[in-house]
T-cell receptor
Framework: KNEVEQSPQNLTAQEGEFITINCSYSVGISALHWLQQHPGGGIVSLFMLSSGKKKHGRLIATINIQEKHSSLHITASHPRDSAVYICAVSMNNDMRFGAGTRLTVKP | DAGVIQSPRHEVTEMGQEVTLRCKPISGHNSLFWYRQTMMRGLELLIYFNNNVPIDDSGMPEDRFSAKMPNASFSTLKIQPSEPRDSAVYFC????????????FGSGTRLTVV
């Protein structure tokens, strides 16, 4: 079993829909990261959080440390949000990655 | 700041050749990370430097891989000799350790070993 599990693996949405991507982990962590990888391959760090909730524009990330679970929400989704979203956890000096969720937002 | 700069963007080399990948972190960041991404294994952390010192290289696949950070503004990842299974995208990222900061990734180097 992977230490970091994401769901769903693939997600297709219509423009404007509210999107949720989930991440569960099985190890003790110091922080959880949400990354965005565009079709061109570049990786952007969206959030790093260790508790509570963070918001950047239309993106919201939450984490429940007790339940070892995090969610990434996208409000009013847009085709430019189409990308692979990767959950990663850091612990000590190591980092473990989820397999990613491929999001396609159709106009 | 131009962000994390990696070079080259693409590298094609023959099996057995030495390959050197380069990374310039964001000025002021004191942590630097090398990752490898393949279709089969996804993203993997290879090695992590803090203040130019390698902290954990347990992710380095084998002795053919080595990484150095001679100063705060430059790091290299070397593969010698290269093998076809080393073909992957190699990312470098930097961050300011000890604070609530995310990571900044470079654009990656796509390595193909034929």
């Amino acid at each position: 079993k992977n230490e970091v599990e994401q769901s769903p693996q693939n997600l297709t949405a219509q423009e404007g829909e509210f999107i949720t991507i989930n991440c569960s982990y099985s190890v003790g962590i110091s922080a959880l990261h949400w990354l965005q990888q565009h079709p061109g391959g570049g990786i952007v760090s969206l959030f790093m959080l260790s508790s509570g909730k963070k918001k950047h524009g239309r993106l919201i990330a939450t984490i429940n440390i007790q339940e070892k679970h995090s969610s990434l929400h996208i409000t009013a989704s847009h085709p430019r949000d189409s990308a692979v979203y990767i959950c990663a956890v850091s612990m000590n000096n190591d980092m473990r990655f989820g397999a990613g969720t491929r999001l396609t937002v159709k106009p | 700041d131009a962000g994390v700069i990696q070079s080259p963007r693409h590298e094609v080399t023959e099996m057995g050749q030495e390959v050197t990948l380069r990374c310039k972190p964001i000025s002021g960041h004191n942590s630097l990370f090398w990752y490898r991404q393949t279709m089969m294994r996804g993203l993997e952390l290879l090695i992590y430097f803090n203040n130019n010192v390698p902290i954990d290289d347990s992710g380095m696949p084998e002795d053919r891989f080595s990484a150095k950070m001679p100063n705060a503004s430059f790091s290299t990842l070397k593969i010698q000799p290269s093998e076809p299974r080393d073909s992957a995208v190699y990312f470098c990222a930097s961050s300011l350790a000890g604070g609530d900061y995310g990571y900044t990734f470079g654009s990656g180097t796509r390595l193909t070993v034929v």
